[in-house]
């Protein structure tokens, strides 16, 4: 089972993916996509650590997110991507202008055959106003069409507005 769960900032997407984890009753690989270039992001990072059950596995990787799920996805695990739209920024602040593409055709080549669970979270950022910037243009469009093209390959899509969970394919049950 593959989900998809999109929203906004801090409207429970991440609660949501972790109470769903959780629930499964399996093993759990935490893949946390962040990386701390100032303060407040170094703190967020220390949170999300802390709030982690001990015994899930945390994997960070920032970059390479096909080959983090390829390493631990399997059969009992549940594998969870938090988040895809930080993994996006850091992927489209690479040097390498083609890197992005590899990596995000790399995860939509290995999503179907992944087994056991996999939830992979995101923000939504298209449902405000058209960025002035060319960079953020660009991201608001890459996360647009890779949601669009995750969303076709899982078998759930969840958007969560105030931490409600609202089943947009599949079922939450």
Not at 55 to 72: G, I, K, M, N, R
């Amino acid at each position: 089972m593959r989900t998809l769960i999109l929203g906004g900032a801090r409207s429970g997407k991440s609660a949501l993916a972790e109470r769903l984890a959780t629930e499964s009753g399996h093993e759990v690989v935490y893949i946390a996509t962040a990386q701390a270039h100032d303060e407040e992001m170094a703190a967020r990072i220390a949170h999300h650590r802390a709030q982690r059950p001990p015994h899930w596995l945390s994997v960070e990787e920032p970059l390479a997110l096909a080959d983090a799920l390829q390493t631990h996805a399997r059969p009992g695990r549940c594998v969870l991507v938090d988040c895809l739209t930080l993994w996006l920024s850091n992927l489209l602040g690479h040097p390498d202008s083609e890197h992005f593409k590899r990596e995000r055709d790399a995860l939509l080549h290995l999503l179907p055959s992944l087994k056991g669970q996999v939830l992979l979270v995101s923000n939504e950022v298209g449902l405000g106003v058209v960025p002035m910037g060319e960079l953020t243009r660009r991201f608001v469009d890459e996360a647009g069409r890779l949601h669009q093209l995750l969303a076709a390959q899982c078998e759930r899509v969840v958007l969560v507005v105030a931490g409600l969970p609202m089943p947009l394919k599949g079922s939450l049950t």
